[in-house]
């Protein structure tokens, strides 16, 4: 089963809003990621998680927050984002051992369509 | 800096023809080389993985990698209205170890 949810779908949130996107995996992959992806552009990574540890920040502006409370979960924590934020927000997650290049086969979850107004 | 190159497209062909996508890239380290299809509003789905230079089939497609020259490249065969997406190549960040560089995608529509 090569399946990764995503909660919500969609939302839509005013700049002052916080809310909180998530994402499981039951698959036993201990590398979890989040993505952002515009429209008619390639995703973007933004974290990756490896064993539960931030490994990777690629210079995220700190309105995203992220959080892995364990090897199946991963949140990203959204506090006063502006309009250009808006984008398909992805989760991934791929198998261990993590830091084997040749073991690197990413799975998507479906996305959270995110809007700010 | 580290790049995958594709062709935007729009590549157009008829139903039962061969498409072929193409993608190059720039880190000679890299070591694992991926395709996923995207269709619109839908997260990319993972459709072949190659790591080894030549040829890998699974059902309809074909990946085909060149580390020589940098080339990867994926077939397939007897193309249905159900392929037209984008095609996205990705190739693993070496120094990063597990991050992914994409390319642009390549949009292909396959015409009945």
């Known amino acids: 089963d090569t399946e990764v949810t995503q909660t919500p779908k969609h939302l839509v949130m005013g700049m002052t809003n916080k809310k909180s996107l998530k994402c499981e995996q039951h698959m036993g992959h201990r590398a979890m990621y989040w993505y952002k992806q515009k429209a008619k552009k390639p995703p973007e990574l933004m974290f990756v998680?490896?064993?539960?540890?931030?490994?990777i920040n690629e210079s995220v502006p700190s309105r995203f927050s992220p959080e892995c409370p364990n090897s199946s979960l991963l949140n990203l924590h959204l506090h006063a984002l502006q309009p250009e934020d808006s984008a398909l927000y992805l989760c991934a997650s791929s198998s261990p051992p993590a830091d084997r290049a040749e073991y690197n086969e990413q799975f998507f979850g479906p996305g959270t369509r995110l809007t700010v107004l | 800096q580290k790049e995958v190159e594709q062709n935007s497209g729009p590549l157009s062909v008829p139903e039962g023809a061969i498409a072929s996508l193409n993608c190059t890239y720039s880190d000679r380290g890299s070591q694992s080389f991926f395709w996923y299809r995207q269709y619109s509003g839908k997260s990319p789905e993972l459709i072949m993985f190659?790591?080894?230079?030549g040829d890998k089939e699974d059902g309809r497609f074909t990946a085909q990698l060149n580390k020589a020259s940098q080339y990867v490249s994926l077939l397939i065969r007897d193309s249905q209205p159900s392929d037209s997406a984008t095609y996205l190549c990705?190739?693993?960040?070496?120094?990063?170890?597990?991050?992914?560089?994409f390319g642009k995608g390549t949009t292909l529509s396959v015409s009945s």
């Open positions: 998680y490896s064993y539960e540890k931030l490994s």
């Open positions: 990705a190739v693993n960040d070496n120094q990063a170890g597990t991050a992914l560089i």
């Open positions: 190659i790591y080894s230079n």
